[in-house]
């Protein structure tokens, strides 16, 4: 599944703030944009893709998954591919 990019995900942000979310595991990053994060949701999970808002005033969700899934392991293995495919096409951006 593709991620939706810059689409509003507010409750999804709510959750990554410290709603309901219970966050697990993230990717790391040897710079502070963009993170992946997996959580556990309403019975599955779930992966968002944030990045930094200006002057340190929290995150912006920029891509995120539409549908649960039933183990960690496979959210985490769609939220790479997502953050992989992210990474790569700002990287093509920036080479043309």
Same mark, same amino acid.
């Given at each position: 599944?593709?991620?939706?990019?810059?689409? +509003?995900?507010?409750?999804?942000?709510?959750?990554?703030?410290?709603?309901?979310?219970?966050? #697990? +595991?993230? #990717?790391? #990053?040897?710079?502070?944009?963009?993170?992946l994060h997996v959580f556990e949701q309403e019975g599955g999970w779930h992966?968002?893709? #944030?990045?930094?808002?200006?002057?340190? *005033?929290?995150?912006?969700?920029?891509?995120? *998954?539409?549908?649960?899934?039933?183990?960690?392991?496979?959210?985490?293995?769609?939220?790479?591919?997502?953050?992989?495919d992210l990474r790569e096409g700002a990287l093509a951006v920036f080479a043309?």
């Amino acid at each position: 599944m593709m991620p939706k990019l810059g689409e +509003s995900a507010n409750e999804m942000e709510c959750f990554l703030k410290g709603g309901r979310a219970n966050m #697990t +595991s993230e #990717t790391p #990053t040897l710079h502070p944009s963009p993170r992946l994060h997996v959580f556990e949701q309403e019975g599955g999970w779930h992966w968002g893709i #944030t990045i930094p808002r200006p002057a340190g *005033s929290g995150f912006k969700v920029i891509a995120y *998954s539409e549908t649960a899934f039933m183990h960690e392991t496979d959210a985490q293995r769609d939220g790479d591919r997502a953050l992989g495919d992210l990474r790569e096409g700002a990287l093509a951006v920036f080479a043309s």
